[in-house]
């Protein structure tokens, strides 16, 4: 019984370890409250999971990008960020765009998504894409 109890502790410590370290993916995200990110990605930096972004991921979900080192994201061949101005809700309910967040917002990312937005034009209220080849360029390729 003893024997037995030891074996399916040691399985569970070998499963419960993996479970920890499994990546986190990102497949179908439009963004949302720029704190809600901040604090979720505070927590999976201290994790220590990695990332794969591997579909669509935008506005504040692009934080992960400012948040982890770049050795702990991948994106795949269907991962496409989406860039834009921060907002706010402004008088009859309209987004009015909030400069000072969208600079914060710019100077978090990695300098190769900085130079890229400002080839663009900067963060505005247009959204830009960022996809395949010149994402690749700044991220590595997850495996498959």
Request: net charge positive.
């Amino acid at each position: 019984m003893k024997r037995w109890m030891g074996i399916v502790i040691a399985i569970l410590i070998v499963v419960g370890s993996g479970a920890g370290e499994a990546a986190v993916r990102i497949t179908d995200d439009p963004g949302g409250l720029i704190e809600r990110y901040i604090y979720r990605y505070e927590r999976l930096r201290a994790s220590g999971q990695d990332v794969i972004i591997d579909g669509f991921c935008a506005s504040a979900c692009t934080i992960v990008l400012a948040t982890l080192p770049t050795n702990r994201i991948c994106v795949t061949s269907r991962a496409e960020l989406a860039f834009h101005a921060a907002w706010d809700i402004g008088p009859r309910g309209r987004p009015v765009t909030n400069a000072g967040a969208t600079r914060v917002m710019y100077l978090m990312y990695p300098w190769p998504v900085r130079r890229w937005i400002d080839q663009r034009g900067g963060l505005t209220r247009r959204t830009i894409f960022l996809s395949g080849s010149p994402l690749q360029a700044m991220y590595r390729l997850c495996p498959a």
